[in-house]
């Protein structure tokens, strides 16, 4: 799986989570959006559905399964969540360093 479909992903998830919410941000969702910290567009518990929903499709769409919100994750120096482009980057290095995340 590519980068940029990874990225396309999270966006695709992130823009029905943010429907379901109510209306969209005025500004474009790109992998620039914040997820996490000032001008995120999801609150805590929006975050916590969009790992969710990213790993449900990751796994039904793709065969790949990974967990997003682990201690890895949680303990690195900068948050893999700040954005959709770091949040891509980081499910592209899980697949990388284990390929055993996607079936056969």
Not at 22 to 33: I, M, N, R, V
């Amino acid at each position: 799986m590519q980068k940029t479909e990874i990225t396309e992903l999270i966006l695709s998830c992130l823009r029905g989570n943010l429907e379901a919410a109510g209306p969209l941000p005025a500004e474009p969702l790109t992998s620039e959006t914040r997820l996490l910290g000032r001008s995120a567009v999801l609150d805590s518990l929006g975050l916590v559905r969009l790992l969710l929903d990213v790993e449900l499709q990751l796994d039904s769409e793709h065969g790949i399964a990974v967990t997003l919100a682990d201690e890895r994750a949680m303990s690195q120096k900068h948050s893999p969540f700040r954005s959709v482009g770091t949040l891509a980057d980081y499910i592209d290095t899980l697949i990388q360093e284990d390929p055993s995340h996607a079936r056969a």
